[in-house]
């Protein structure tokens, strides 16, 4: 027999194991979404996020997945990833080389975005930071090969500012120049017309997530002779300077009173 | 059953159905009215609608929106306030028509077996949900929310992300009796949480008439909460179905041969006495 005492203990006891598994399984539930929330923020490269979206881990935070900025491009540019699109099921994506952002100058994508995902901060559309182009193809290109193609430097909508041509010599011939189609990443918005347009088959020209496209220094460094501009004088007094070795007949030359240009070169280096 | 038996689940067929068509008219016909999903949408260019569960993992993520999306879940919640919280899910929600037809696939087999899940199960998936978009910082249940995940499916085209409602119906059908919509959709729990406070409900005006043909106990996605209000009077419990997790479907109202039920405010305690309604019946 069970006196009324004792059925309260494990009536007590019971809901108390209860609890006890509800939250364990909540709580098993929520490490098992949180894996998958980790997994879903690993991108691949070529999905790029449409202008102004928050930093990835911030945007998979505020993105509803409803595709009010899908709706309202006018170019038809962006997509609600499918499954195996490599981003989050149904954040708003684009493949440069299918459909690249014409940089519409009202931004209608953003202006449409109701939670702040793509930052209504953005403005003006060459701000945008949807990636950087990088010619990764360099043995494929045809203007490193020594031909004229031009065609991504055509048409970017920023010529001449996100990208240039610089001369080089070409030295398979020894007589014509190579024109680089160069990318200047704080000018480059990413919106990846350059690499939808490159005439090969593959493109050579690709636009990368930032965090992909870019080196950074090491937060340490210094650059010596930015912070001997800024400071006005070398930041070093009184180091003994040593004869530099020249070419010439293998002699220490001293050059102790050579003529120095404005950033601290010599402003010839005659051996 | 009467022929009467079918006007409000016809009518929330027809609200299913054009909801539906409301955001397929645009990608389909390019007739605008609705942009976007259920998750967050733009009716005729002025009115934003953002789903509060959504809204509530941002804020839990550390999202801090913007006031178009706050804007918009304090009117979705101001009107399931009023029209019963859960209402969403019977009237709107488009997982319900597939969880309804395999209710009654189910029925008609006659699959009696299947694993018993308690319908408080929802309420923790709900806590899980919430708790690993606070810890992990990002939308957790819309990475695997099947109600977001069928809509944009059918709003914006879903390949293999139609396997997901499948799966649905395939749970239901063949695992557990109304298993996904009375048991473990968060989505659900929500808007019950809402319901909890909302205006509209089904009220048991007349119970005394109730002959226990248990039809609505029968039809009632929740049959938990018919009892307080139907048989509850003893114990001091008022006609209206106080619980949000009744879906304000109006299914017992169609069903019960005794028109025991109707439509009323939750603060409407009145009640139908037999002798009011039928004069020569006073026993
Ligand atoms: S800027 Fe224009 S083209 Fe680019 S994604 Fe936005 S709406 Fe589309
Ligand atoms: S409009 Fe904003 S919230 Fe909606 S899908 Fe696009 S980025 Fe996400
Ligand atoms: S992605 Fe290409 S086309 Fe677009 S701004 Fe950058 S360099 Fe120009
Ligand atoms: S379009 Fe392609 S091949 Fe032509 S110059 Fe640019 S990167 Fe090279
Ligand atoms: S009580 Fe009636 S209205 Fe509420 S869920 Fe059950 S059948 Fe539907």
New interface residues.
């Given amino acids: 027999m069970t006196g009324p005492g004792e059925k309260k203990t494990v009536d007590r006891r019971e809901m108390l194991a209860g609890g006890v598994r ?2 364990c ?7 098992g ?2 894996m ?3 997994q ?2 690993t991108r691949a490269a070529q999905s790029l996020r449409p202008p102004g979206a928050l930093a990835e ?2 945007f ?9 900025c ?3 491009c006018p170019w038809d540019t962006l ?2 990833a ?3 699109d490599g981003a ?3 954040t708003p994506l684009f493949t440069a080389r299918a459909v690249p952002c014409e940089m519409c100058q009202d931004i209608p994508c953003v202006v ?6 793509l930052d ?1 901060r953005l403005t003006d559309i060459k701000q945008a930071k949807m990636g950087i182009a990088v010619l990764v193809g360099q043995e494929t290109c045809l203007n490193f090969l020594g031909l004229r193609c031009d065609v991504c430097y055509r048409v970017c909508p920023l010529i001449d500012e996100a990208i240039t041509l610089e001369r080089s010599h070409n030295e398979r011939t020894g007589k014509h120049a190579r024109f680089i189609p160069t990318v200047h990443s704080d000018k480059c918005t990413g919106c990846g017309k350059c690499e939808k347009a490159c005439v090969l088959e593959e493109a050579a020209i690709k636009v990368l997530p930032a965090e992909l496209a870019l080196g950074r220094l090491g937060g340490h460094y210094r650059l010596g002779w930015e912070e001997k501009r800024k400071h006005g004088e070398s930041l070093l007094k009184d180091i003994i300077d040593l004869p530099d070795r020249g070419y010439g007949d293998g002699t220490a030359t001293p050059y102790g009173g050579a003529e120095r240009g404005a950033n601290g070169a010599f402003k010839e280096f005659k051996p | 059953m009467r022929a009467a038996g079918w006007k409000w689940l016809i009518a929330r067929r027809l609200s299913q159905a054009f909801f539906v068509a409301l955001f397929l008219a ?1 990608p389909l016909a390019g007739l ?1 009215v609705v ?3 259920l ?4 009716t005729l260019g002025v009115l ?1 609608l ?2 509060p569960l ?2 509530l993992q ?1 804020l839990l ?6 006031a ?2 706050l804007l ?1 879940a304090a009117i979705v919640v101001a009107g399931y306030l009023l029209v019963g919280g859960r209402a969403y899910c019977s009237w709107v929600c488009p997982l319900n028509p597939v969880t309804d037809a395999a209710h009654w696939l189910r029925e008609k087999l006659g699959l009696r077996e299947g694993v018993t899940i308690s319908p ?2 929802r309420l ?2 709900l ?3 919430l ?3 606070a ?10 929310n099947p109600v ?2 069928t809509h ?1 499916a059918l ?2 085209g ?4 139609w396997t997901v409602a499948v799966g649905i119906f395939v749970f239901d059908l063949a695992i557990a009796r109304r298993g996904w919509c009375g048991h473990l959709c968060p989505v659900g729990a929500a808007y019950g949480l809402i319901g909890k406070g909302s205006l509209l409900r089904v009220s048991a005006v007349r119970r005394e008439a109730c002959d226990d043909c248990m039809d609505c106990y029968a039809v009632c996605p929740e049959p938990r909460v018919l009892t307080p209000a139907l048989r509850g009077k003893a114990k001091g419990f008022g006609p209206v179905i106080l619980s949000g997790d009744c879906t304000n479907c109006g299914r017992c109202i169609d069903v019960c041969p005794q028109d025991v039920f109707g439509f009323a405010s939750r603060f409407d305690k009145r009640e139908q006495t037999i002798g009011q309604q039928q004069g020569e019946y006073v026993p």
């Fill in positions: 509800a939250v399984g909540a709580g098993f539930f929520a490490l979404l949180g998958l929330g980790r879903a923020e881990a911030d998979l935070a505020a993105c509803s997945r409803c595709g009010l899908v709706r309202d997509r609600l499918g499954i195996g989050a099921l149904g449409a975005c109701p939670t702040g995902a209504h | 645009g605008w942009e976007g999903t998750a967050s949408s733009l934003p953002t789903d959504i809204l941002s993520a550390r999202h801090w929106p913007e178009t999306a918009g408080r199960l923790w998936v806590a899980g949900a708790a690993a978009s810890l992990f910082g990002t939308l957790a249940w819309e990475l695997v977001t995940i944009r709003v914006f879903g390949g293999l992300m």
